[in-house]
Every structure is written in structure tokens, then in C-alpha cells.
């Protein structure tokens, strides 16, 4: 049975890269820092794509992409952009983050771009991808670092009332401590700007442990 977030992010969808055209400048920088790390041949993994904008943006640079979403609009609106485009290596689906259908160790890297603020659940969501990332394995994670800012608790109050809400208010700081006690280690970050201010993240993780969990 659908889920009340799938309802509000598919009808999100049709509007959604409009919607993120202020950020647009920060979305090219990040594409730009993913395409430095990542290597031609490595097996990449993006949660939470959305309309599929960053996996898109990889789409030359990489031979593989998976791309998945828990949204049914999204991924048929990613799906249009990439038909539309010629883009045949990024294979969009339908998977929740905190249950990912993936084999252990599959991945060199992961994308979670401005995700993990927004979710309920971003402790599991992390566990499902340490344990699809190969040993050593790369994390990008990007997110909003908004705490303390009045305009964006603001926000938050106007869109929770359509279905929005964000989970957690970080600085770029305690974002690093959330995911050091997630068992990752950060080893890049920077400040953009956006909407909001964006942390930019790489980290690392060590060998993924199945008795953990």
C-alpha cells in the first residue's frame, strides 16, 4: 500500500526541477566533486535520486548507475528526463532506503544528496548503505546544514503543513558527529551555497560487519 510520503513527493515530481533551479549552481559544483572521485569503472549506487538530477548529471562520466527512489512520480519523471536525453547507463527504480534489495558489498560508492534531513528514519537508512557499500567504500552524502537558521525553521513550519517535514536540523558539524556515530568517517567537506547552506560530505566507511545489526 503506497505511503502517505510517496503520495506528496509523487505530486512533488512534476515540478520539483523547477523548484531546485536556485540550487542549480550548487548541483553543478557537487557533480563536479563526485566526477573527482569517482573512478570509470566503479559500481555506483544513488538513493533517493529524485528526478534523477545528479545520476543524470553522472551519466557520461561513469559506466553504471543505479538510481533508486521510494517515490513512483519521481522515478517515472527520472525516467522521462533520461529517455529524453539517450541515456541508457542509469537503470531507475523503486526501492525504499531502508530496505534495499542490493547483495552485501555491492557498491564503490553511494550518493545520498539532501536526503538524510529529511528522513525518519536516517539511522537506518545508513546501515542499509553500509552494507552495500564495498569495504572501504565511498559515502557522498550532501545535506542541508540549516540549524539555527530562522528562516529555514520558518519553512519548515509552511511546509510540514504540506506534508514536508525535516527530521533533523544540523549544523555542518554536528552532521560530521551524526555520521561518525553511524560508524562513518569523514575525509571531505565543504560549505556551499544554496537555499540553505550544503555540506558537501565524503566519507568512508570500514569492512561491513553483518552481526551489527
Known amino acids: 500500500m503506497p505511503r502517505k510520503e510517496d503520495a506528496v513527493w509523487s505530486r512533488f515530481a512534476g515540478i520539483y526541477d523547477r523548484f531546485m533551479?536556485?540550487?542549480?549552481?550548487?548541483?553543478?559544483?557537487?557533480?563536479d566533486?563526485?566526477?573527482?572521485i569517482l573512478k570509470p569503472g566503479d559500481q555506483v549506487l544513488e538513493v533517493a535520486t529524485g528526478t534523477g538530477l545528479i545520476a543524470l548529471g553522472l551519466s557520461s562520466h561513469v559506466k553504471q548507475i543505479d538510481a533508486v527512489d521510494f517515490s513512483p512520480g519521481m522515478i517515472e519523471a527520472a525516467k522521462q528526463k533520461a529517455r529524453g536525453a539517450g541515456v541508457t547507463n542509469v537503470r531507475f527504480g523503486l526501492q525504499d532506503a531502508c530496505a534495499l534489495s542490493f547483495p552485501d558489498a555491492t557498491f564503490d560508492a553511494v550518493i545520498i544528496a539532501?536526503?538524510?534531513?529529511i528522513m525518519p528514519n536516517a539511522e537506518k537508512a545508513l546501515r542499509e548503505i553500509r552494507r552495500?557499500?564495498?569495504?572501504?567504500?565511498?559515502l557522498i552524502a550532501p545535506t542541508f546544514v540549516h540549524a539555527g537558521s530562522k528562516k529555514a525553521a520558518f519553512l519548515s513550519r509552511v511546509m510540514s503543513v504540506t506534508g514536508f517535514r525535516a527530521y533533523h536540523r544540523w549544523t555542518e558539524r554536528s552532521y560530521h558527529t551524526f555520521l561518525g556515530e553511524n560508524r562513518f568517517t569523514v575525509t571531505d567537506?565543504?560549505?556551499l551555497n544554496a537555499s540553505f547552506p550544503l555540506a558537501y560530505v565524503v566519507a568512508t566507511q570500514g569492512e561491513y560487519n553483518a552481526a551489527e545489526n
Open 21 to 31: 533551479r536556485s540550487d542549480m549552481d550548487a548541483y553543478q559544483i557537487m557533480t
Open 33 to 36: 566533486r563526485m566526477k573527482d
Open 114 to 117: 539532501n536526503t538524510l534531513h
Open 132 to 138: 552495500v557499500l564495498k569495504p572501504h567504500g565511498k
Open 189 to 191: 567537506s565543504v560549505l
